[in-house]
């Protein structure tokens, strides 16, 4: 594969089980053409998913990838870029996946500043489940479980990211393809941990945070004269509860990421065909 | 004179206790002697009794015994919880300075010796030294040559520079002094030295040097006892092999940290103890659906839940053998012996790639805080070889590809064992789910790709047993009547009961087991044996049920689950009343 890879070598022949009009397209398209546009393959690229339907990108995309279980899929996207440096590795997730079951991981990957791009696919409801609250669910929205609303405030990840160290935190709406393309992009070029949480509506069981919904409500950082590089300037729009900011939020670009810090240079597929060099000595420790 | 030697030095936890056993473990193993060490602990940091205890001899020792010959009490309370050890002629240590011993009549026919520790130490220039006084006054006891414990010291105290390693050894020696002065010293022991060379390590050790010499470089772990030296270990050795450590938020990530780095194409491992064994149940299906080589320590103390964290058991083996849900392909290996740690940690990354599955490989606390001598070319690395198994690169891609050139990660082959692509490779594009999968690795829920990747993933078991050698060993006579069968840990302890059973003229065939899935087939042993003893540390015989299921015959089962390790003189007593 060269490096001019295009976005279509990362689709692969299987037909999404997507409902029509899910924000999951848009969202994955995203993923793929950032990867073309950043000069990855198909073939030095690695996805990994949780569970629900944003666990499903693996299959529709064509990459290395693994469709693992639910809320882990931050501890395999590490370990794969700890163990291979040469590989770009985008973990795919949604809101529950990465803000309930898997919150704790998120936190410390956010910590690890593994260079990683982790975009959520936030629809705010679980949809394989059929309608059941997320933790980014309103307070007062009601499902099948949650008769009179979760009773309870929403996460808010951007805030824990930022409050965890993170070194890019943006914001997406699916819907804008052309926007959403260029924020995942940044979030791949980044050197370090990126979070994009995507608004990606679900038509089938949400019906407050609609296409249209997002439409009336977001408001693009690009024209709302913020700059990426004021940590205080995004703390404050992160904490704005009232409006659904979009973009980048905020980015250290100063920061070192954690292979660079700590972890190896060379990968770490080779094996010798014995002990290493060296071993010996490790018996010699004990003398 | 006494040449098996039961030293113990007994106190607070904080005491110091651990480092001071260490160091004479370490001195007596250069002096060409063979140690076997154990430890009563507790589950907390300072306070609370716990003790280093030492079996040494110039012939090998693998297991302690009911007897405790010198020791070093630095409260009251240790000879108290060592009264049932203790004999008539036991040498005591203690220092009657302290307010501590003001009231303590040492026990009839035990030789007290009341030495000025803290005294003593200070005079060497600190308190903190009191352990090492002791020290010395135990050479002059066993008549063992100070000299020895100069090494030791200097291995010890180097770092923090030559004036405290010099105190040290000054301290060691007004220890022995004093006692030379001050009491009769014709001591009923002697313990000579040898020119052997000796390596003293233990299990979690020899786990994580097994783990480098099979060319792992991915570890990541959460702290829990008695696992975690292994990560200790690992950690600042590993990177030197161009490997990394992880120390994960919990044993969910562990899991799926070294499940990521194995899909990146590194011998990657986790180890954790029961409780985490549990959390990692989940990935554990996914790893093995996946088809991803995974290596597992299980280091298990006594459960279930958190248990007596500090204490001994085997009882994690139905765990092993079945937990996660859903039918799951594994191997389970049970290294017998601490050098068989080493060993069988080589062997688990070469099942794992070979048949691409997850490998528990179990210890437990009583081998993973025993620090045992062993010699050195039992680890030889130059011996050490790594199979990969079905790697496929560039060239032979195509092979494994189907008409519309996609990998097939899952290929149906006759051994069971698909071909395995490292991200990068190209045309090895694939994904991986815990998700019933075709050969592509895509979902599916059709009925006969399903039977066919179960089958296939069976298979790999069939093919492992019929091509590696998944045997026992044997000690004892081959043609007894009585047959004892282990697994695990009883080893050491087995071996020496069989010279006490001999002693009372009790003859045996003792089988011990490396591996419980897959295992040797023991239908012929057990049904020419009269008697069939199973032992192991825990309650209700897990292995022993699996020997039923094996051979259909009932056996007798022999079993400890008090927390602690089986002793060699109490098994022996044991078996004797089952086969007599």
Known sequence: ?287 | MQDDLNWAIGGEAGDGIDSTGKIFAQALSRAGRHVFTSKDFASRIRGGYTAYKIRTAVDRVQSVVDRLDILIALTERTVDENMDELHDGSVIIYDGERTEFSDFEVPDGMVGLDVPLKSLAEDAGGAIMRNIVALGAVCEVADFPIENLDESLQKKFGGKGEKIVENNKEAARLGEQYVAENYETDFDFELETTDEDYVLLNADEAIGMGAIAAGCKFYAGYPITPATDVMTYLTGRIEQFGGHVVQAEDELAAINLALGAARGGARAMTATSGPGIDLMAETFGLVATSETPLVIANIMRSGPSTGMPTKQEQGDLNMMLYGGHGEIPRFVLTPTTVSECFHKTVEAFNLAEKYQMPVYISADLSMAVTEQTFKPDEFDMDAVENDRGKVVDESEISKWQDEQDRFKAHAVTADGVSPRAFPGTEGGVHMSTGLEHDELGRRTEDVDERVEQVDKRNQKVATAEEREDFDYREFGNADSDNLVISWGSNEGAMVEALDFLAEEDVDVRFISVPYVFPRPDLTDEVEAAENVVVVECNSTGQFADLIEHDTLTRVERVNKYNGVRYKADELAAEIKEVVA
């Open chain 1, 1 to 287: 594969m060269s490096s001019n890879a295009r976005f279509i070598d990362f689709k692969s022949d299987k037909q999404p089980t997507w409902c029509p009009g899910c924000g999951d397209f848009g969202t994955m398209n995203g993923i793929m053409k950032g990867l073309a546009e950043t000069g990855n393959t198909p073939d030095e690229t690695f996805v990994v998913a949780g569970i629900g339907c944003s666990g499903k990108i693996g299959t529709y995309m064509r990459s290395y990838a693994l469709h693992g279980v639910h809320g882990r899929a931050l501890p395999v996207g590490t370990g794969v870029k700890i163990a291979r440096p040469d590989i770009e590795v985008v973990v795919a997730g949604g809101d529950g996946d990465g803000y309930s079951i898997g919150a704790g991981h998120f936190i410390h990957a956010v910590r690890r500043n593994i260079d990683l791009t982790y975009v959520v696919m936030d629809n705010r409801i679980y949809g394989l489940t059929k309608g059941q609250a997320s933790p980014t669910s309103r307070s007062d929205f009601e499902t099948s479980t949650t008769p009179d609303g979760p009773k309870q405030p929403p996460v808010n990840p951007l805030a824990l990211a930022l409050s965890a160290g993170g070194t890019f935190i943006a914001q997406s709406f699916s819907s804008n393809a052309k926007r959403h393309q260029e924020i995942v992009q940044k979030a791949i070029e980044h050197d370090g941990f990126s979070i994009v949480n995507t608004f990606s509506p679900c038509v089938t069981f949400n019906d407050v945070d609609t296409y249209d919904y997002f439409r009336d409500n977001i408001v693009d950082l690009d024209e709302a004269d913020h700059d990426p590089t004021d940590r205080e300037a995004a703390k404050d729009k992160i904490l704005d509860n009232d409006k659904e900011y979009i973009g980048v939020l905020w980015e250290d670009e100063d920061a070192t990421d954690y292979n660079t810090a700590h972890g190896v240079d060379e990968p770490m597929h080779e094996v010798p065909d014995g002990a290493p060099d060296g071993a010996t000595d490790l018996v010699r420790e004990f003398y």
